[in-house]
């Protein structure tokens, strides 16, 4: 928790009066346009910061330095204990500095410092500790050979797993430390060298972070940082040919637009995009669980998490109470945004990302869909606030069912079936496949649906359990390969087999 003898705001004001370049090579690097990028406080519509805005220039400059660390062996030849001890020194440096960590980060999108702590700071040690801890694990195989050569003479065979090379990551505004975080520390364990970019809106943890890996003894060039806007710096990142593999965490459109720009050297791809995701309620269900449950899993962070509950399936027994419970529930929630204050919803990022989702409640309007609470800007405060909303009546083909909103609009279907496979089916009637859960008292029930349900994560009696060891990622077009745990290690490692006549 917050430490009050440790007063931020001074330290914070000068971070956040320099325009923050980019970090190249071991050093800070001014480049980009003339004109920087404004960071702009959600909760205010203020401009906090500004950052240069990099480009296919700087990409290039931060790719050649991660090639010529990576190339040199300074970093994936290093001992693996002594690679974990600088991977745990960091971590290490990021809870002492937690304080400034979860200033920034609750300025740059809107929430309090305490939240940070929990979701930015604390998640983000874990999952270095998690991965550092790996590092002296990572190994191959010997292979049992069936095929002697003619000769009699046995072959030796085994599998050796080396860093892919350099790995250009690109990351979202809506966790940005703990997601630079989740990308960084499965490609540091696996020894490649890297270039992150973050998102334009929400950049000044990442570059905070930046600043603490200077202080370890990670050797100058593995960890390099461009900002800008995706457009520009982004698709450099993902298009350029010296990149061995690009790792992004964003919407579903842009994925698709990685996926090609990737294409040029085929560099590998993994892809973490969004999701539609079903909570499902049993007419068995403990309603005592589920209806404040299904209210967190949409209205978390206001809606603006890939893993969002946005699509309600409730059995019509039961129905009428859970919508009246969730009603009640986001008619009571706190609305606003301050440092030090938690609120149950804060601001949505940007104008642009307010706008769109009041689009979407119009558009939900417009196909029928019944409110039944909220759907307008929230009047009397300056940033970009939406009220929670809860959509009922909705059929399966509404754009508000099918589409990410991305906001605080929760859409809720009844059905009358008990029949498992048909409910599993509205539950998969979506392109995406990101989480789900499933809410009943019957934990039979609740395994066999969760093995019917086409999603990268599916929870019983919870929704999106996320832990540095359990992999995640989607099915569909929710992604492509997993984060976190084992598997998202696998991504940053390439097999070789070896073999030798005996
Ligand atoms: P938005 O928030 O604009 O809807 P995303 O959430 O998908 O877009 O953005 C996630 C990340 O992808 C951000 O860092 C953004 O700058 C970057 N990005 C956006 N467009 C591109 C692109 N065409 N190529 C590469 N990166 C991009």
């Not at 346009?33 to 910061?49: E, S």
């Not at 983000?124 to 050979?145: F, M, V």
């Not at 050297?265 to 449950?293: F, M, R």
């Amino acid at each position: 928790m917050l430490s009050p003898q440790i007063d931020t705001h001074g330290e914070m004001l000068n971070f956040l009066a320099q325009t923050r370049g980019h970090f190249i090579g071991g050093q800070w690097v001014s480049g980009g346009d003339v004109q920087p990028i404004n960071v702009v406080n959600p909760a205010t519509g203020l401009t906090i910061a500004t950052i240069e805005s990099g480009g296919a220039v700087e990409i290039d400059l931060a790719v050649n330095a991660a090639r010529e660390s990576f190339d040199s062996g300074v970093w994936s030849k290093m001992a693996p204990v002594e690679r974990a001890r600088i991977l745990f020194s960091l971590a290490d440096l990021i809870e002492e500095h937690a304080e400034q960590i979860a200033h920034l980060e609750a300025l740059d999108i809107g929430v309090s410092r305490a939240m940070m702590h929990e979701i930015g700071v604390k998640l983000a040690a874990d999952q270095l500790r998690y991965y550092a801890g790996w590092i002296t694990k990572i190994g191959g195989q010997t292979i049992n050979n069936s095929r002697p050569h003619a000769s009699g003479r046995e072959f030796l065979t085994y599998t050796v797993k080396e860093p892919i090379g350099v790995v250009g990551q690109i990351i979202p505004w809506n966790f940005p430390f703990g997601m630079s975080i989740g990308k960084i520390a499965p490609a540091l364990a696996a020894g490649c060298s890297l270039v992150l970019k973050p998102a334009e809106e929400a950049p000044l943890s990442v570059s905070y972070l930046a600043g603490l890996i200077a202080k370890t003894d990670l050797p100058d060039g593995v960890f390099n940082l461009v900002n800008g806007v995706g457009r520009k710096a982004g698709a450099a990142l993902a298009r350029h040919m010296d990149v061995d593999k690009i790792s992004f965490t964003g919407s579903t459109a842009v994925g698709k637009d990685i996926l090609s720009a990737a294409g040029g050297n085929l560099k590998k791809v993994t892809l973490e995009l969004g999701g539609k995701s079903p909570v499902v309620i049993l007419p068995d269900a403990d309603l005592s669980e589920a209806i404040p449950a299904a209210a967190r899993a949409i209205f978390f962070l206001n809606g603006q998490n890939c893993m969002a509950g946005s699509r309600l399936l409730v059995h019509a027994d039961i129905h009428d109470a859970v919508v009246k419970g969730l009603v009640d529930i986001a008619k009571a929630m706190s609305i606003g945004s301050d440092l030090d204050n938690a609120y149950d919803i804060g601001p949505l990022i940007s104008k642009r990302q307010m706008t769109r989702v009041l689009a979407y409640i119009d558009t939900g309007l417009g196909e029928g869909a019944e409110l039944a609470t909220g759907g307008k800007r929230v009047s009397g405060l300056a940033g970009y606030f939406v009220q929670p909303t809860i959509f009922t009546n909705c059929t399966p083909n509404m754009r508000i069912v099918r589409e990410e909103i991305f906001g605080p609009v929760l859409t809720v279907q009844k059905f009358e079936t008990e029949d498992l496979d048909e409910i599993a089916g509205m539950a998969n009637d979506t392109v995406f496949g990101l989480s789900a859960s499933v809410w009943t008292g019957n934990l039979s029930k609740g395994h066999l649906l969760a093995g019917k349900i086409k999603s990268g994560q599916v929870g019983i009696n919870v929704h999106a359990a996320i832990d540095p060891a359990t992999p995640f990622g989607g099915y569909k077009q929710s992604g492509w390969g997993r984060e976190f745990g084992r598997e998202g290690l696998e991504p940053y490692l390439e097999t070789k087999a070896v073999t030798a006549y005996l």
